[in-house]
């Protein structure tokens, strides 16, 4: 009476029945698979299958983890980083989203962005970006009226 579908989880054989489990198929981890009962098989790595495949064909319905939907397949995502490294792999759990791991000289992490680096300067400016290689840190550029610059700090 039709087909019946069910979803098999390789990675220990844990079951998520969708309709009346009848049969499942897997080839290799980290791949999921419908199947139905004339024994098409519809196959999608890091993802949950499509229903309506043709035999052994590459279709998924929905992605998990750090993977997008690109076409019918599952593709990990890649994020990005102004001013930085972006975050890879499971870190990276939005495609396209500006999350970062590491930044660049000039720079620090700010949450998962890279913002820049400024120095503070009692009676003074400090630097900013790669002349202030410690965010926060006290490097004067220039010095208020009334104050000297002594090497990186502003004297009265």
Request: with cysteine; proline share 3%.
């Amino acid at each position: 009476s039709g087909d019946h579908y069910g979803v098999l989880m390789k990675d220990g054989g844990v079951k998520e029945n969708v309709g009346k489990f009848l049969s499942g198929w897997c080839k290799n981890a980290a791949e999921v698979s419908y199947g139905n009962v004339n024994g098409d098989v519809c196959t999608c790595s890091n993802g949950v299958p499509a229903r309506n495949c043709a035999a052994l064909e590459q279709g998924c319905a929905v992605c998990v983890g750090a993977f997008h939907k690109d076409g019918k397949q599952c593709v990990q995502n890649v994020c990005k980083c102004s001013n930085g490294s972006p975050k890879t792999g499971s870190g990276c759990v939005v495609h396209d989203m500006n999350l970062c791991k590491g930044c660049d000289a000039g720079y620090h992490l700010d949450g998962n962005a890279c913002s820049e680096n400024r120095c503070t300067c009692p009676g003074g400016s400090g630097f900013r970006g790669t002349a202030c290689p410690t965010h926060q840190a006290a490097k004067c550029r220039s010095c208020n009226i009334a104050y000297d610059l002594s090497g990186t700090k502003c004297e009265w």
